[in-house]
């Protein structure tokens, strides 16, 4: 009578834990089913018209979402202007695109310009499962951004436009502008790269000074496990944590974004203009290329060396606090180039990203400056 007793109570729990474990898994997959609704509705993916006092849309205004082909491959792009008679601008994103970011950080530039944020192949629209990381070369976008240039002077019935790279943008922006300088009114650096992997080891060293001091042992432990020397590449356990480590001090996208996550991840699941598929492909694309598709390229140029001389107005924009690529070295690098307009203009309330960061001084030197081909507000000319 024990032996069943004992049976029928150990029938019965394995009933309650079956059933436990259906209803969690219940849970898990109407969660799941809600999620995925919730985020298909806020994925309509078509950029939101610029509207005037009445609700209309504004004369002669453009904000459109259009795919080209571009040296063999279908590349997105998004194209926003209050006005299209405003000249062109074309920017070209770091590692990864950041457009999904304008609705908490509102640039502004679509009151100066017709602003033209290009993903690059292999990146977010312009993303393609069956495309070779082999053709994502510093070379072959280099090409790419010549050829969008050239679509873009026919499109917009214009001779020159403008040029902008942030971050790893700036290392194939500046060849471009080198290359071709005829296509271009003036080339704007925003976190300009020099040298980059000297600037890897000045943001390791200033990382683990800052985790010293304010006591993140495991931090420390784990810089400490992989230095970062000007004798190779960047040791693995260093990629693995340096945009965290970044975020955490306030050097990475911006001096006060803490967070990959709050900052980035989420921001980019929730930007309404991207269609759910798109947002899925921006993270593949990213998964894939690392730090930067360029990454083998940028890590052993010295730019401050090869590109010294331009023929067109030049334009660069750091933040005091930015460590992802070094104000520093931008400064100096500066400081080498002959070109027949320059600036230097420091943001003193920025990280990675003035023209997130501080919208207000940004506009002002474009329009004081930039646009009219002058360089009385750089702090160093």
């Given at each position: 009578?024990?032996?069943?007793?004992?049976?029928?109570?150990?029938?019965s729990?394995?009933?309650?834990?079956?059933?436990?474990?259906?209803?969690l898994?219940?849970?898990?997959?109407?969660?799941?089913?809600?999620?995925?609704g919730?985020?298909?509705?806020?994925?309509?993916?078509?950029?939101?018209?610029?509207?005037d006092?009445?609700?209309?849309?504004?004369?002669n205004?453009?904000?459109?979402?259009?795919?080209?082909?571009?040296?063999?491959?279908?590349?997105?792009?998004?194209?926003?202007?209050?006005?299209?008679?405003?000249?062109?601008?074309?920017?070209?994103?770091?590692?990864?695109?950041?457009?999904?970011?304008?609705?908490k950080?509102?640039?502004?530039?679509?009151?100066?310009?017709?602003?033209?944020?290009?993903e690059?192949?292999?990146?977010?629209?312009?993303?393609?499962?069956?495309?070779s990381?082999?053709?994502?070369?510093?070379e072959?976008?280099?090409?790419?951004?010549?050829?969008?240039?050239?679509?873009?002077?026919?499109?917009?019935q214009?001779?020159?436009?403008?040029?902008?790279?942030?971050?790893?943008?700036?290392?194939?922006?500046l060849?471009?502008?080198?290359?071709?300088?005829?296509?271009y009114?003036?080339?704007?650096g925003v976190?300009?790269m020099?040298?980059?992997?000297?600037?890897?080891?000045?943001?390791?060293?200033?990382?683990?000074?800052?985790?010293?001091?304010n006591?993140n042992?495991?931090?420390?432990?784990t810089?400490?496990?992989a230095?970062?020397?000007?004798?190779g590449?960047l040791?693995?356990?260093?990629?693995?944590?340096?945009?965290?480590a970044?975020?955490?001090?306030?050097?990475?996208?911006?001096?006060?974004m803490?967070?990959?996550?709050?900052?980035?991840?989420?921001?980019?699941?929730?930007?309404?203009?991207?269609?759910?598929?798109?947002?899925v492909?921006?993270?593949?694309?990213?998964?894939?290329?690392?730090?930067?598709?360029?990454?083998?390229?940028?890590?052993?140029?010295?730019?401050?060396?090869?590109i010294?001389?331009l023929?067109?107005?030049?334009?660069?924009?750091?933040?005091?606090?930015?460590?992802?690529?070094?104000?520093k070295?931008?400064e100096?690098?500066?400081?080498?180039?002959?070109?027949?307009?320059?600036?230097?203009?420091?943001?003193?309330?920025?990280?990675?990203?003035?023209?997130?960061?501080?919208?207000?001084?940004?506009?002002?030197?474009?329009?004081?400056?930039?646009?009219?081909?002058?360089?009385?507000?750089?702090?160093?000319?």
């Amino acid at each position: 009578m024990q032996k069943e007793n004992g049976d029928l109570s150990k029938n019965s729990l394995l009933r309650k834990g079956t059933k436990m474990i259906l209803g969690l898994l219940g849970v898990l997959l109407l969660s799941s089913f809600l999620l995925f609704g919730f985020l298909l509705i806020i994925s309509p993916g078509v950029p939101l018209p610029f509207m005037d006092e009445n609700g209309n849309p504004l004369e002669n205004s453009i904000s459109e979402k259009v795919f080209v082909n571009i040296n063999g491959v279908e590349q997105g792009m998004i194209i926003k202007s209050k006005n299209t008679a405003n000249p062109v601008l074309l920017y070209l994103h770091g590692g990864m695109p950041d457009y999904f970011l304008t609705p908490k950080y509102p640039t502004g530039l679509e009151d100066y310009f017709t602003v033209v944020w290009w993903e690059q192949r292999g990146s977010g629209l312009s993303y393609h499962p069956d495309l070779s990381q082999n053709t994502i070369n510093a070379e072959q976008l280099i090409a790419d951004t010549l050829e969008v240039t050239r679509y873009l002077q026919e499109r917009f019935q214009t001779e020159k436009i403008y040029l902008m790279g942030h971050s790893g943008g700036t290392f194939i922006g500046l060849q471009a502008a080198q290359q071709a300088p005829e296509l271009y009114h003036a080339y704007i650096g925003v976190a300009q790269m020099a040298y980059q992997l000297e600037s890897e080891k000045l943001a390791y060293e200033y990382m683990l000074g800052q985790f010293k001091e304010n006591g993140n042992e495991k931090m420390v432990q784990t810089l400490e496990a992989a230095p970062v020397t000007l004798t190779g590449d960047l040791p693995d356990a260093y990629r693995k944590i340096r945009d965290t480590a970044m975020h955490s001090l306030g050097v990475g996208t911006a001096h006060e974004m803490k967070s990959v996550i709050s900052g980035i991840f989420l921001p980019s699941l929730t930007f309404r203009e991207y269609t759910l598929k798109e947002k899925v492909n921006l993270w593949r694309g990213k998964s894939q290329s690392g730090i930067s598709a360029m990454w083998n390229d940028m890590i052993t140029v010295d730019l401050r060396k090869s590109i010294t001389d331009l023929q067109v107005p030049v334009y660069f924009f750091s933040g005091v606090f930015d460590y992802t690529v070094s104000y520093k070295l931008a400064e100096d690098y500066f400081k080498k180039i002959d070109a027949p307009v320059k600036g230097f203009y420091i943001f003193n309330q920025s990280a990675h990203s003035p023209m997130f960061e501080e919208p207000e001084k940004m506009g002002q030197i474009i329009l004081q400056d930039i646009l009219t081909g002058t360089n009385g507000l750089a702090d160093i000319r």
